[in-house]
């Protein structure tokens, strides 16, 4: 199964994880790809990968999700992480402090690997603990606004909002490559050069799109 | 997300990378203290054997080891109960029956280990085809291995009693809590302060400069103890956290008191051995270095080349994997986070006993990891690809450790 090269997707989107050691980080990406979750998985060495094929709007998107390390040392091939991702989901655990404190670094490493247009969003993991919270859900919104990202608490391990955090991001990103696609057709067919085929079905409304099962 | 700096330990002579027979006595010394003191007894004491043989130390701290016809036992030069230590280990890693190839390759090292002075040859030679688990020697034998015990058996019992003495010795420096350091500075600055201004009412005690629990300071004693403290939590998650369900590693180990100190400051100095080979890979300074970890993950990379072409060029080329995806871990981790605990175990024999070292040795079998699954790669995307080697297969590990050892035989032909 997992040796079968499949091109039975319309994207392909590269989705990084990123924030402190033991946010979640590889417990979301467990919840989402594999709907597992394990209380003592591993600490994450480097990188580890993993995909889910989603529909968007009638679009096939296969989510290529990369979970990076949370501690430092095991981030030496931090450029290569970010290279071609077009979404990224900084996670905090809102019983550490720590964590929320250390999103504005994750910031600025976005900001000085990853590509400028990548589309973000902000997890305050772990909501299934709210007797042990130390971060408020208006602290989070608060710096979402300031940075202009969207916001959700999830669960991974009550399986709440996972679904929705990746959604929301997919369905972002669907719009700005769709948007660029009309553009660049546009543009061709006013130059009148005979169009090269990529049709972009922008008015397909219909049927609320539904979670395809897992890929591979 | 921490600073980037190397801590001053790691600068420290313990960590030199080959380790000679005769340095070994007085290597591990952190302090100034240790070091005279272990440099004196390093002084007074022969290295050389003298040719009259002399009595052996008492008795009951000589190396023991009882053979039967069934069950073969080697236990602690020190301490005669540890045996149950090594036997609860070894339980774990392997639950399987016992081949003829393993009890003839236990005789084998048993005898090895009997002698009066271990010979390192034939030492490395049976060890690299694995020891087998249920004599509890694998502890003795890596000891070997790593250079912690001499080759002398007479020397053991005493050697480790000063190890593990000069690891006691190394935690109550290391390990002091604050509150006594900044009561002894305290102290001299009072007794300093009363001999130079007896004529006060009352004697102050001075806040010594920034050593107060809220300190900010980097060199604070305070902040370094809250520092350490982050750093030991981390680490005692990711150990519960690795192998949860081996006893071992969950915490409450039922063993004496005694035998856990042994064993830990024995670990200790095997784990200092073990990474003076590997400590630069852990240096993000030395990232883009000849030594660092992306050389070695190069290195690997060349040696698939230089072995199957046609391999390299569809998972690196075709396939754009790039070998820092699955490697980093790989390396730096020593393949225990690709196969379960007994597999690795029997990884780390080879490892350990190849004369070429733990280094030449890892990509070798690194190296053979990625041929054994050639054909499944050859007709994998990059996606596949990248989920089968970072979800490598369950192997036979003396096939995969066979395969490594031809890699070499064909370089060096």
Redesign the interface.
């Known amino acids: 199964m997992?040796?079968?090269?499949?091109h039975e997707y319309d994207y392909l989107f590269k989705i990084v994880l990123i924030g402190?050691?033991?946010v979640g980080k590889s417990n979301i990406l467990s919840r989402f790809t594999r709907n597992e979750f394990c209380l003592?998985?591993?600490?994450t060495?480097?990188?580890?990968?993993?995909?889910r094929t989603v529909q968007v709007e009638g679009k096939t998107v296969k989510a290529?999700i990369w979970d990076t390390a949370g501690?430092?040392?095991?981030r030496?091939?931090t450029s290569?992480y970010y290279r071609g991702a077009v979404g990224a989901l900084l996670v905090y655990d809102i019983t550490k402090r720590q964590t929320f404190d250390?999103v504005q670094?994750?910031l600025r490493e976005l900001r000085d690997h990853a590509d400028s247009n990548i589309v973000l969003m902000m997890a305050g993991n772990k909501s299934d603990l709210n007797h042990l919270r130390s971060v408020s859900e208006e602290d989070g919104h608060a710096v979402a606004e300031k940075e202009g990202l969207s916001f959700l608490e999830t669960s991974a391990l009550e399986a709440t909002n996972i679904e929705k955090a990746f959604q929301t991001i997919l369905n972002e990103i669907y719009h700005i490559v769709s948007k660029k696609a009309l553009a660049a057709q546009e543009a061709a067919a006013s130059a009148s050069i005979p169009g090269q085929g990529t049709t972009i079905n922008v008015g397909d409304e219909s049927g609320n799109t539904k979670t395809a099962c897992c890929s591979? | 997300m921490a600073k980037e700096r190397i801590p001053d330990w790691l600068n420290s002579s313990l960590w030199s990378t080959t380790p000679s027979v005769d340095d070994r006595l007085h290597r591990f010394s952190l302090s100034p203290t240790t070091t005279t003191t272990t440099a004196a007894a390093a002084v007074s004491e022969p290295i050389v054997q003298p040719t009259v043989p002399v009595s052996p130390p008492a008795a009951a701290s000589r190396p023991q080891y009882t053979v039967t016809s069934q069950k073969y036992e080697f236990r602690d030069p020190i301490d005669k109960n540890s045996n149950n230590n090594s036997n609860d280990n070894d339980q774990n890693a392997s639950p399987s029956g016992v081949s003829p190839d393993d009890i003839s390759r236990q005789a084998q090292l048993l005898a090895e280990l009997s002698k009066k002075v271990v010979n390192f040859r034939e030492l490395r030679r049976i060890a690299s085809q694995g020891i087998p688990d249920g004599a509890g020697i694998r502890s003795t034998v890596w000891k070997l291995l790593l250079g912690y015990l001499p080759p002398d058996r007479l020397q053991w019992s005493s050697e480790l009693a000063k190890k593990r003495s000069e690891y006691k010795q190394f935690k109550e420096e290391l390990l002091m809590n604050p509150t006594e350091i900044t009561r002894k500075l305290e102290k001299s600055a009072v007794d300093d302060h009363s001999k130079s201004e007896s004529s006060g009412l009352l004697s102050r005690s001075q806040v010594t400069h920034g050593e107060h629990p809220l300190s900010l300071g980097e060199s604070s004693i305070w902040n370094q103890f809250f520092q350490d403290t982050e750093i030991i939590e981390q680490i005692d998650r990711d150990v519960k956290r690795t192998h949860p369900d081996m006893q071992f590693f969950s915490g409450d180990l039922p063993l004496a008191k005694s035998n856990q100190a042994a064993a830990e400051a024995d670990s200790f100095f095997c784990f200092v051995e073990l990474l003076s080979g590997f400590r630069d890979h852990f240096c993000k300074q030395l990232d883009n270095s000849t030594v660092g970890i992306r050389s070695t993950i190069s290195r690997l990379s060349q040696f698939l080349k230089e072995h199957d072409e046609e391999l390299w060029r569809h998972l690196e080329i075709t396939t754009k994997v790039n070998p820092q995806f699955y490697a980093f871990r790989w390396i730096t981790l020593l393949l225990t986070q690709e196969f379960n605990f007994a597999d690795s175990l029997h990884i780390w024999d080879t490892l350990l006993s190849d004369p070429e070292g733990p280094l030449e040795t890892l990509l070798r079998v690194c190296c053979a990891m990625l041929i054994l699954v050639r054909r499944r790669l050859l007709a994998g995307d990059f996606t596949s690809n990248l989920k089968l080697l970072q979800n490598y297969p369950s192997s036979n590990i003396s096939h995969l450790l066979y395969v490594a050892n031809k890699l070499r035989s064909q370089a060096s032909n």
């Open positions: 997992a040796h079968r090269v499949d402190d050691s033991g003592e998985s591993k600490s060495i480097g990188v580890e990968f993993a995909t290529q501690q430092e040392r095991y030496a091939i290569a250390n670094r994750w591979t």
